[in-house]
């Protein structure tokens, strides 16, 4: 009896050890596949990606006329602010002059000098804004309607594997702005202060070479806490619209669940 009850206890030991492994069998291959899954996630987010040219394929000869003046207003008034320094300038040192009698006069051109870049200012302002934006929204209508007709034509097997209903709305509210955005003003404001960054260098190198070279030691660290500061915004709005496709997911299934409820209720009502 004793024998038996030791090799009973011995198998018992065994299956035990046995389903234990196989456990920790499932559980490494269960986190393999997780694994997997999240590098086949990121290899697909990687070859998703598209050259930021690519976003003006849509563009018509109407849009690329507003984005010629609204480049060539970008220019305009990012130059307007380095001029605006050396008409201060020139306005301190008609205050600071020896000659007390022609103060007024000298004040006075440089007070009309002012008025005249403020109406090309406001010029070049107007046909940055006004171009880049009419032209954005108008490249984002003509994508969101591709991407619309593109998503219609699809088989009802596409919105079971690859999305969902959910999803595909919240890509074509969010990610057409966001699209609207990054061809839209944010262009010519790139332009703008890329012709203000230069502009102000050969204005500086003009006025004064020597300080304008002491200061350009500080251009690498702008430059790197500029790339860095980018790299952070766009990881954190990719998440963003990440999260709010699955958002949009869970709401659409919310939804559906409660008609469904709603038509099970109504039916069980009617049947009693």
Known sequence: MAVENGLGGQTNTDEATTSKSNGEAEKTSSMNGHQEDSKKSKEDEKTNTVPFRKLFSFADSTDVLLMILGTIGSIGNGVCMPLMTVLFGELTDSFGGNQNDHVVDVVSKVCIKFMYLAVGAAVAAFLQ??????????????????????????????????????????????????????????????????????????????????????????IPLLVASGAVMSIIISKLASNGQNAYAKAANVVEQTIGSIRTVCHVVITHSLLI
């Open 129 to 218: 804004v006004a171009c880049w934006m009419v032209t954005g929204e108008r490249q984002a209508a003509r994508i969101r309607n591709l991407y619309l007709k593109t998503i219609l034509r699809q088989d009802v097997a596409f919105f079971d594997k690859e999305t969902n209903t959910g999803e595909v709305v919240g890509r074509m509210s969010g990610d057409t702005v966001l699209i609207q955005d990054a061809m839209g003003e944010k262009v010519g404001k790139f332009v703008q202060l890329i012709s203000t960054f230069v502009g102000g260098f050969v204005i500086a190198f003009i006025k004064g070479w020597l300080l304008t070279l002491v200061m350009l030691s500080s």
